[in-house]
């Protein structure tokens, strides 16, 4: 089945400095991949749509400059946190569509980020 | 607009005894919707999804879930709890937004299952 791998799943960062989150599609091709923040008992909340070879899609709110996006093959997607502040200390969960289930999406295991 | 109710934020039953998780959605179109799971400090698993076609939907571990549009519910239920069933649930909507297909999640239910 579609499987969707999701680096690392636990970080501890240091404030001010900058974080890479991967996300990789393994047994199929994701032209768009999806980034969700997940805050502590809350639901998920999209941050942004990443287009394999475009600029990725922001949701309102979100900041482009300290949450970068790229999507530079159809198998990998990554999301930076930059400058991290305690505030951004999360639980973040990339998601890609798998054709293959007719709008189903898969999603990665996701990634615990804390800001210290 | 569209829009995910999940109406209960926690729901306990007793394993062995049937599970009911309501949800109901707002939408202009006819839509897709979607439950998954979601075990702590986990990624989501689809459970099922139902994209207009049977209104009864089976999915995965004895879930189903069933579209009744003129109550614009889409309900999981499962015959028989069992204690590995307790995790977070998600009713989850997908919508064309600005040209492109993306999902609205309900707030979740937490289901816990006692022995």
């Known amino acids: 089945g579609a499987v969707v791998s999701q680096h690392p799943s636990r970080v501890i960062c240091k404030s001010g400095t900058s974080v890479k989150i991967e996300c990789r599609s393994l047994?199929?091709?994701?032209?768009?991949m999806f980034w969700y923040r997940q805050f502590p008992k809350q639901s998920l909340m999209l941050m942004a749509t990443?287009?394999?070879?475009?600029?990725?899609?922001?949701e309102q709110g979100v900041e482009k400059d300290k949450f970068l996006i790229n999507h530079a093959s159809l198998t990998l997607s990554t999301l930076t946190v930059t400058s991290a502040h305690p505030e951004d200390s999360s639980f973040y969960i990339c998601?890609?569509?798998?054709?293959?289930?007719?709008?189903?999406?898969?999603f990665g295991s996701g990634t615990r980020l804390t800001v210290v | 607009a569209q829009s995910v109710t999940q109406l209960d934020s926690h729901v306990s039953v007793s394993e062995g005894t049937p599970v009911l998780l309501r949800c109901n959605y707002s939408?202009?179109?006819?839509?897709?919707l979607f439950w998954y799971v979601q075990h702590p400090n986990k990624g989501l698993q689809l459970l099922l999804k139902?994209?207009?076609?049977?209104?009864l939907v089976k999915g995965i571990n004895g879930f189903e879930a069933e579209f009744k549009k003129s109550e614009t519910s889409f309900h999981l239920t499962k015959p028989s709890a069992h204690m590995s069933d307790a995790a977070e649930y998600f009713c989850?909507?997908?919508?064309?937004?600005?040209?492109?297909?993306?999902?609205?999640f309900g707030s979740g239910t937490r289901l816990q299952v006692q022995p």
């Open positions: 998601s890609a569509r798998d054709r293959g289930l007719a709008y189903g999406y898969t």
């Open positions: 047994d199929f091709q994701a032209t768009t």
């Open positions: 990443s287009n394999e070879g475009s600029k990725a899609t922001y």
């Open positions: 939408s202009s179109y006819s839509p897709s």
């Open positions: 139902y994209t207009s076609a049977a209104t």
């Open positions: 989850v909507v997908s919508e064309w937004r600005t040209g492109r297909r993306a999902l609205t």
